[in-house]
Nanobody, 129 residues
């Protein structure tokens, strides 16, 4: 049974940093992709960063480029999201997601929540101004 457990959220002042962790278990093989999404109250869930594991590529959405860094520690099956220069608009619940490839390769969309099979429960990040 696949489980994703996020941690590391909290309250931080604008300009501060946080590092989120996502501990993965239950995978019998590497997932095709791992991603971080976030959802603020009243807004749709949006992508933050996405790693295509086999290709080794990591992508970021424009609002976080240059400030957030996604990484993976294969030894302990943990994915991290280092968040620097945080802004109040980064306030949201952050979710880790992972998936096997269930669509044709060309149809997979890193920023489409529906393309991900497995989700964690999320961790809250609040940035005060």
């Amino acid at each position: 049974q696949v489980q994703l457990v996020e941690s590391g959220g909290g309250l931080v002042q604008s300009g501060g940093s946080l590092r989120l962790s996502c501990a993965a278990s239950g995978f019998t093989r590497d997932p095709y992709a791992i991603a971080w999404f976030r959802q603020a109250p009243g807004k749709e869930r949006e992508g933050v960063s996405c790693m295509r594991v086999y290709a080794g590529n990591i992508f970021y959405t424009d609002p976080v480029k240059g400030r957030f860094t996604m990484s993976r520690d294969n030894a302990d099956n943990t994915v991290y999201l280092q968040m620097n220069s945080l802004k109040p608009e980064d306030t949201a619940r952050y979710y880790c997601a992972a998936t096997a490839l269930t669509t044709p390769y060309s149809d997979f969309d890193c920023w489409q929540p529906a393309d991900f099979l497995y989700w964690g429960q999320g961790t809250q990040v609040t940035v005060s101004s």
